[in-house]
Structure formats: structure tokens, C-alpha cells
T-cell receptor
Framework: SQTIHQWPATLVQPVGSPLSLECTVE??????LYWYRQAAGRGLQLLFY??????ISSEVPQNLSASRPQDRQFILSSKKLLLSDSGFYLC??????????FGSGTQLSVL | GESVGLHLPTLSVQEGDNSIINCAYS??????FIWYKQESGKGPQFIID?????DKRQGQRVTVLLNKTVKHLSLQIAATQPGDSAVYFC???????????FGAGTRLFVKA
């Protein structure tokens, strides 16, 4: 069966510091992978998606970047965090019938 | 389209009553629709889906209705329970498409 792992669960970072969030998927090959962000009490915003190694599509121009160095690994990064980068970050993979399966999320607070 | 900047609307129902959560979608080309449930501090989980060639689909205690004419989707929860308290998102996708776009979400409170 497929599983998705996302870490860390919680992160507090100062403004201007770098960021690296990692997501890995097991039990499936060549999955479509996604990063979403959710501000407190609001909806989900698609940030990036990837259909294969090294292939990244950006949905929203911003302070973040994504990389896919391996088939089942998806990384969200920033060189210098802004206050507005705070939020709940969710990684997901696309299963059958276009369903999304989400990780447990990372709550990022930029102070 | 995405409504990520809006505060979530809220629906409050009595335990045992039926709940109806509504959603308007934006893309006429979307042909696959999904409802997700998100509990506090967790990622969304799939509840039920429907293709555009259907107007109703039933699951266990949940029913999804699709009205393509007015681009409207609804989720009906029968005999709502305290465990149903969560945020519910509708999402749309184009068949075989890579992008799933989420609606604004509705926070459901179930009163005991």
C-alpha cells in the first residue's frame, strides 16, 4: 500500500532563515506530487506540482521553490523566509482517479 | 477558482440532523469532483467523488450531488455525528489532469 511521509510536523524559523521541507512516498512509482499551503482558517493553495524527476511546475510566484531529486522525494525550499511564508504546508500524491492523498502536514511559523 | 484568501464559512447542525454543504466550482472544463474532509491539524482526506457524467453518487452516510448547469456541487451527510465536525473542501479536476483546485471550504460544527 502507498504511504506518504512529511516532516517535520512543526517548525519555527526566524525571518531570513532558509527552509527545507521534505516529503517522501512509498509503495508507488512515478507519482504526481504536490505542495499545497494553507493559511490559518483558510483554503488550500496549490504551490507546486511535479510529474517526474526534475520536473517542477510552479503555480504561484513567490519566495519558495521545489525540487524533485528522486522519483518519490519532493522538497520545498526557501533561501530566505518571510513572515508571509507562515502556514500549514501539505504534501500530496495523486492516486487513482485523480484522488489526492495528503501527508500529515508541517506547521511553519516564521517569527 | 481558488478562494484561498477567504475565511471559511461555518455550518452548525444538531447531532442526528442531516447536513448539506454547498460548493460552486469555476471551470466548465472540470469533469471530476471530489469532497475532502480535514480535521484539525491534519491533511485532508478523501470522502467521495463524482464524474461529470453523473449527477448523484452515494456513499456510506454521504451523498454528492452535481449540477453542471449552474456549476454547483453539494455534499449531504445523513445523521450527522460529532465525529463529522471538520472542514469540508470541494475540489475540481479535469480528467487525467495534474491539477486539483480546491474550493474555499466549509467548517462544520456538530452540536451534541
Amino acid at each position: 500500500s502507498q504511504t506518504i511521509h512529511q516532516w517535520p510536523a512543526t517548525l519555527v524559523q526566524p525571518v531570513g532563515s532558509p527552509l527545507s521541507l521534505e516529503c517522501t512516498v512509498e509503495g508507488t512509482s512515478n507519482p504526481n506530487l504536490y505542495w499545497y499551503r494553507q493559511a490559518a482558517g483558510r483554503g488550500l493553495q496549490l504551490l507546486f506540482y511535479s510529474v517526474g524527476i526534475g520536473q517542477i511546475s510552479s503555480e504561484v510566484p513567490q519566495n519558495l521553490s521545489a525540487s524533485r531529486p528522486q522519483d518519490r522525494q519532493f522538497i520545498l525550499s526557501s533561501k530566505k523566509l518571510l513572515l508571509s511564508d507562515s502556514g500549514f504546508y501539505l504534501c500530496a500524491y495523486q492516486g487513482r482517479r485523480e484522488k489526492l492523498f495528503f501527508g500529515s502536514g508541517t506547521q511553519l511559523s516564521v517569527l | 477558482g481558488e478562494s484561498v484568501g477567504l475565511h471559511l464559512p461555518t455550518l452548525s447542525v444538531q447531532e442526528g440532523d442531516n447536513s448539506i454543504i454547498n460548493c460552486a466550482y469555476s471551470n466548465s472544463a472540470s469533469d471530476y469532483f471530489i469532497w475532502y474532509k480535514q480535521e484539525s491539524g491534519k491533511g485532508p482526506q478523501f470522502i467521495i467523488d463524482i464524474r461529470s457524467n453523473m449527477d448523484k453518487r452515494q456513499g456510506q452516510r454521504v451523498t454528492v450531488l452535481l449540477n453542471k448547469t449552474v456549476k454547483h456541487l453539494s455534499l449531504q451527510i445523513a445523521a450527522t455525528q460529532p465525529g463529522d465536525s471538520a472542514v469540508y473542501f470541494c475540489a475540481e479536476n479535469i480528467r487525467g489532469g495534474f491539477k486539483t483546485i480546491f474550493g474555499a471550504g466549509t467548517r462544520l460544527f456538530v452540536k451534541a
